[in-house]
C-alpha cells in the first residue's frame, strides 16, 4: 500500500497533469479560432486570461493543502498577478480599438502577455504551468510566421504532454531505487 505522502504525491501530479492537458487543449482550440477569426480569437484570448487564472489558483490551493504556505497569501499574490495580466491585455484591446492595432495583431500580442503571465506563474506554481506559457508563446510566433501552424503547434503539444509524464515516470523510479 502506497504510504500516504505517495498517495499525495500521485494525486498531486495527476491533477497537475489533467490541468496541463487542459490547458494544451484550451491553447489549440484558441490558436484554432484565431486562424479562423482574428475577431473571435481575441475575445477567446481575454477569457483565457481568467480561465488560466482560475487554474493557476487550483494548482495553488491544492500545493497550500500540502505545503505550510497560507492560502489566503497565496490567492492574494495570483489575484494580483492575474489581475495586472488583465489589466495588460485591456491595454492591447485599446490599442486594437484606436486601430493602432489589427484584431490579428491584438490576438497575438494578447497571446504573448498570457505566455509570459503563465510562465511566470509557473515559477510559482509549478514548472507545468510554465510549458504552457512557452507553448503559448511559441504558438504565437509560429502563427504570426506561418499559415498553416495548427499541425506543427499539435505535434509540439502531443510532445510536451508524453514528455512530462515520461519525467514522471523517471522520477517516481528514481525515487524507489
Known amino acids: 500500500m502506497l504510504e500516504d505522502t505517495e498517495f499525495t504525491a500521485k494525486r498531486r501530479f495527476y491533477v497537475e497533469e489533467a ?7 484550451l ?19 481575454m477569457i483565457m486570461v481568467f480561465v488560466f487564472a ?5 494548482i495553488a490551493w491544492q500545493q497550500s493543502r500540502h505545503r505550510i504556505t497560507d492560502f489566503k497569501k497565496i490567492i492574494r499574490e495570483q489575484s494580483l498577478h492575474w489581475f495586472t495580466s488583465l489589466l495588460v491585455v ?16 491584438a490576438g497575438l500580442v494578447i ?10 506563474d509557473g515559477l510559482r506554481v ?6 504552457v506559457g512557452i507553448f503559448l508563446g ?10 498553416h501552424f495548427f499541425w506543427i503547434e499539435l505535434i509540439i503539444a502531443i510532445l510536451i504532454v508524453t514528455v512530462t509524464i515520461l519525467i ?3 522520477q517516481e523510479r528514481r525515487a524507489q531505487a
Open 138 to 147: 511559441v504558438s504565437a510566433i509560429i502563427a504570426a510566421h506561418t499559415h
Open 126 to 131: 509549478g514548472w507545468r504551468f510554465s510549458l
Open 27 to 45: 491553447a489549440l482550440i484558441g490558436v484554432r479560432i484565431t486562424d479562423y477569426s482574428p475577431v473571435d480569437g481575441y475575445g477567446y484570448w
Open 90 to 105: 485591456e491595454g492591447v484591446f485599446s490599442l486594437q480599438k484606436s486601430e493602432h492595432l489589427t484584431q490579428e495583431d
Open 111 to 120: 497571446m504573448m502577455i498570457l505566455a509570459q503571465s503563465t510562465i511566470l
Open 54 to 58: 482560475l487554474l493557476a489558483m487550483t
Open 19 to 25: 490541468i496541463l492537458i487542459l490547458l494544451l487543449i
Open 168 to 170: 514522471e515516470v523517471w
